[in-house]
Nanobody, 122 residues
Framework: VQLQASGGGLVQARNSLRLSCVASGPTFSYGMGWFRQAPGKEREFVATISLSGESTYYAHSVRGRFTISRDNDRNTVYLQMNDLKPEDTAVYYC????WGAGSYSADLYDFWGQGTQVTVSS
């Protein structure tokens, strides 16, 4: 499966952005996740969603501000980011895992998108 992420940009703190990730391929039967990597830092987990969309899980740092969702008819997963902070600045990657429940572990993801830059100014 190929993943194409979009929706990043430059915003001021406390504003919102919505990231999208479109999957192309024979199936969208994957758990999906968003990860991010800031300059000089390790890649970190942000959010994951199950195949059905009924189960989600978030990193503590974004819980209550970010919402992951998916539209299986459109082969698309979203990350709605509200109340953005400068520390959210990073390249955001979407990824697909054969684990239908999704996962916070990057090691379980087989497919990765190219990343989209999010920059939050104070």
């Amino acid at each position: 499966v190929q993943l194409q992420a979009s929706g990043g940009g430059l915003v001021q703190a406390r504003n919102s952005l919505r990231l999208s990730c479109v999957a192309s391929g024979p199936t969208f039967s994957y758990g999906m996740g968003w990860f991010r990597q800031a300059p000089g830092k390790e890649r970190e987990f942000v959010a994951t969603i199950s195949l059905s969309g009924e189960s989600t899980y978030y990193a503590h740092s974004v819980r209550g501000r970010f919402t992951i969702s998916r539209d299986n008819d459109r082969n698309t997963v979203y990350l709605q980011m509200n109340d953005l902070k400068p520390e959210d600045t990073a390249v955001y990657y979407c990824a697909a895992t054969p684990w239908g429940a999704g996962s916070y572990s990057a090691d379980l993801y087989d497919f990765w998108g190219q990343g989209t830059q999010v920059t939050v100014s104070s």
